[in-house]
């Protein structure tokens, strides 16, 4: 079987005879997971080999959209091309019965990564775009990839600062805002060491103290960062690098948008990412 195609395959391909058969052949192959009856591979492109690239895009690659069609060398012949060596065993194979289409060749291959990846966790209100982000690397790794922490709320940031305060944020000094004014820092561990102590109105004080200026102390008020798990895969968290702002703490990974633009997913970005 050929390892590659002279030109674009599917709906407003070029559609070579040969190149289409090659198609038809690595689809074949992709018949149980793809959700799509095995094709006659007779070089000929109809609504049957359109309609079974639509069906690997979707099941198989994960696309949200898919095109229908196959370019060469892109995420959808890249897919086709692995675990195709053996040919599944399915009902008779149905026949396009249409004749070889013409069209001009575009950009192809719309749509995400490599499976079916999933964002799970507390990602409601957190920015669209860094959600997106984060579902395309889940889709490339064919993972899950889950949200601890997500948008809060100005007294929901206060509350975390305090639970977390000696264990996890060095009693303010991961803040600039804190570390650089020596007399709010000093109030706030007092009133930590005071609530610890069993003052509840201490403890209200200091989350009421952050709520005030949530926004100053962190991006999760905006719905611009995210916590995940601290056991992530490397090559997952150089994966969201790519887009994001990494800070590494204690018991999570922080991730957001500051001084970096959440780009839109495209293959040489995909490039950049490990297997």
Known sequence: MPSAIKGSVGKKGKNNPADVKTIQDLLNGHTKNGGFRKLQSDGLVGKKTIGAIEAFQKNSM?????????????????????????????????????????GKESGGDSGGGGGKGKVTGDKSGVDKKIIDFVQEVANFYSITININSGKRTPTKQGEVMYKYWVSNLKRGKLYSKIKSDTKLQKKLDDLYEKGKGGDSAAKKEFIAAI????????????GWAIDIPKNTPAKIRNALK????????KLCFHYDNKKIKTPKVTDKLRAKWKK
């Open 242 to 249: 790519t887009g994001l702002r990494e800070l590494p703490e």
């Open 62 to 102: 994960g696309f949200k959209k898919a095109d229908g069609r196959v370019d060469p060398g892109k995420m959808t012949f890249k897919g086709l091309s692995k675990n195709s060596g053996k040919l599944e065993k399915e009902p008779p194979a149905d026949k396009d019965g249409q004749k070889a289409g013409k």
């Open 211 to 222: 709520a005030k200026d949530a926004k100053s102390y962190s991006r999760h008020v905006r």
